[in-house]
């Protein structure tokens, strides 16, 4: 009996029973502690409902994942170098193919709740924090959903943390600028949706004022242009040969959605039912802004 206990007995359970455990929470509450050469390799793993796919006659292979919607979780810690390593997958299950997801309203909207929930269950765990890639995922999923259920507190919040976030100053300045317009168009016209008339001119009211309050530098006037461009290209077809040749090919390769396509299905949703109904809108600001701005 004593020789089967000790079998299962690690070595990392051995150092942490004896006040020696060198877990990423306490390597980044210390921050002097040097790490261990163990190699951590936990994976904890939770399923909720029915597997993803499941055979059906006629059905084409990729049909065959969109049959139900759960969420899958995958948490690996490592240790690298000096610091924890923390490394978050996340699997979304999808409740229709992609194109018809982020086309179809009834569709969309479960979907973005799940991602919503788990975005912010995702934002109070250390290891989505300290991984880069995952946190900006985190916080473009999370703005752009609240700007489609209508959450105007937590859009500005979110944008304003994203803003802080920006290393390039002239794009740091233009950041968030188009979702306080937003914001704004939605506090004096509730209940009415970006692509009604007055909610397009107080937009444009909006976002006018706030271009030109920008510096009238040559940095600036070549990200307005950049960010002109940027919109002028945007259509509703575009967004759907992104969906088509992009984000599904994407989710064909990994074998399922993750973190990274759900938050291209989230921002190609809000493009097509935010963005371009005040596309008209956005380019006449931009292009006031750049006609007031030094040419070199």
């Known amino acids: ?46 399923a909720v409902g029915a597997a993803w796919s499941r055979p059906s006659q006629g059905r084409r292979f990729l049909g065959q994942w969109y049959e139900t919607l759960l969420v899958v979780t995958a948490l690996a810690l490592g240790l690298t170098g000096q610091r924890g390593l ?124 706030q271009l030109a309050d920008l510096p009238k530098t040559p940095a600036v006037t070549a990200m307005l242009r950049g960010q002109r461009e940027k919109i002028a290209s945007l259509t509703r077809e575009s967004l759907l040969a992104e969906t088509r040749d992009v984000i599904i090919p994407a989710i064909a390769r990994r074998g399922h959605c993750s973190l990274a396509e759900a938050d291209q299905l989230v921002r190609v949703r809000h493009r097509l039912v935010s963005i371009l109904p005040v596309k008209t809108e956005t380019l006449q600001a931009l292009e006031a802004a750049i006609a007031a701005r030094p040419t070199s």
């Not at 390597?27 to 163990?38: F, N, V």
Request: proline share 7%.
């Open 86 to 209: 923390a490394a978050v997958e996340t699997a979304f299950g999808l409740p229709a193919p992609p194109l018809e997801l982020v086309t179809d309203e009834a569709k969309f909207r479960g979907f973005a709740e799940t991602v919503r929930g788990e975005v912010e269950r995702l934002l109070g765990v250390p290891a989505a924090l300290d991984d880069p890639a995952t946190f900006n995922l985190l916080l473009s999923s999370r703005v752009h959903l609240a700007h489609y259920f209508g959450d105007d507190e937590k859009a500005v919040a979110t944008a304003a943390w994203i803003r802080s976030l920006q290393s390039d100053p002239a794009l740091r300045l233009f950041a968030g600028l188009t979702t306080l317009a937003a914001v704004e168009a939605r506090r004096q016209n509730p209940g009415a949706g970006p692509e009604t008339a007055k909610s397009r001119e107080i937009f444009l009211r909006e976002f006018t004022r």
């Open 1 to 46: 009996m004593t020789a089967k206990k000790q079998r299962y007995r690690s070595p990392l359970r051995e150092k942490r029973d004896s006040g020696m455990d060198e877990s990423p929470s306490l390597l980044s509450r210390a921050g002097r502690q040097k790490p261990s050469l163990l190699p951590v390799r936990s994976k904890a793993r939770f």
